[in-house]
């Protein structure tokens, strides 16, 4: 009776040390499932930056492909002008400043 208790014993301790040790494998799966899962969101991110990127330099590509797109290219890179074309400045109009109406108490010491 004593030998089959301790051989039951032995055998619980060893099915418990190896549910433990299976339970360390599947939570180091676990971890490294998240962690692949985390970066493959970061690649779907990444790659959708690159086509909008890719979408707007194809756009650039394109507007240079015309003689305008070639010239407003140059005249913003280098500030320069064909010949004959002059520079216009564009001044804002200054703001009119109103004065207020003097008080009856103001018009009275004006006239001191």
């Known amino acids: ?10 055998l619980i301790g060893i099915a418990i040390l190896i549910s433990v040790w299976f339970l360390s494998l599947i939570w180091g799966l676990a971890g490294k499932a998240q962690i692949a899962v985390t970066q493959a969101n970061d690649a ?13 330099l194809q756009a650039n590509v394109a507007s240079l492909d015309t003689e305008r797109g070639r010239d407003t290219a140059i005249r913003t890179a280098f500030g320069v002008a064909r010949q004959g074309e002059e520079v216009i400045v564009v001044v804002p109009p200054t703001p009119a400043t109103s004065t207020p109406p003097l008080s009856w108490w103001q018009k009275v010491l004006n006239w001191f």
């Open 44 to 56: 779907k991110a990444q790659y959708q930056t690159l086509e909008e990127r890719k979408a707007t």
């Open 1 to 10: 009776m004593r030998a089959k208790q301790l051989r039951e014993g032995f």
